[in-house]
């Protein structure tokens, strides 16, 4: 069965420093990836999303990037951290009847 | 106009409630439909899909109205366990790769 691995679980950063955050899925080959972020009391906010390796999407202009170095590896990336950068980090992937996935998240606190 | 739109609530309904949500969509060529539920600081989970021709699972009743453009999410028998927010998703299939959500809509069941 398919899973997918998200980490770190929290994290605490303060502004100005670089942020990685790694997602891994795991039993299923060329799947589509996302990253969503969630500030707090709000929607889902697609910030990006790929249909294969090197291929990003970007949804909104803002301070992060994305890779895919691997077929089941998609990392979420920023230079410097702003405080609006605070939020539930997710990471997805769609299944073949197009449902999303998700990892359990990684809840960013910009200090 | 939101892709996806959903009234965020709070609606508080007394244990063994009825409950009705209702998710519209503007883009009349979207294809898949899904209620997903986020239980407080965790990832969504996904609930059930949404079939054309209505379907149920247990306590939860899942419908399309495609002239209408919106799809609902009917809870009897409300429980305790049900409070969490409930997000729609709806996806344009074919080869659009976004997965789109709403910003949900917030359940509590009070005893």
């Known amino acids: 069965s398919q899973t997918i691995h998200q980490w770190p679980a929290t994290l605490v950063q303060p502004v100005g420093s670089p942020l990685s955050l790694e997602c891994t899925v795991e039993?299923?080959?060329?799947?589509?990836l996302y990253w969503y972020r969630q500030a707090a009391g709000r929607g889902l906010q697609l910030l990006f999303y790929s249909v294969g390796i090197g291929q990003i999407s970007s949804e909104v202009p803002q301070n992060l990037s994305a890779s895919r170095p691997q077929d089941r590896q998609f990392i979420l990336s920023s230079k410097k951290l702003l405080l609006s950068d605070s939020g539930f980090y997710l990471c997805?992937?769609?299944?073949?009847?197009?449902?999303?996935?998700f990892g359990q998240g990684t809840r960013l606190t910009v200090v | 106009r939101k892709e996806v739109e959903q009234d965020p609530g709070p609606f508080n309904v007394p244990e063994g409630a009825t409950v009705a949500f209702n998710c519209t969509y503007s883009n009349s060529a979207s294809q898949s439909f899904f209620w997903y539920r986020q239980d407080c600081r965790k990832e969504p989970k996904l609930l059930m899909s949404v079939y054309s021709s209505g379907n149920e699972d247990g306590r939860f009743t899942a419908q399309l109205n495609r002239a209408s453009q919106y799809i609902s999410l009917l809870i009897r028998d409300s429980k305790l366990s049900d409070s969490a927010t409930y997000l729609c998703?709806?996806?344009?299939?074919?080869?659009?790769?976004?997965?789109?959500f709403g910003i949900g809509t917030k359940l509590q069941v009070i005893p």
């Open positions: 997805a992937w769609r299944g073949v009847g197009a449902e999303a996935f």
């Open positions: 998703v709806v996806n344009r299939g074919g080869g659009y790769q976004k997965v789109t």
């Open positions: 039993g299923t080959s060329n799947p589509n």
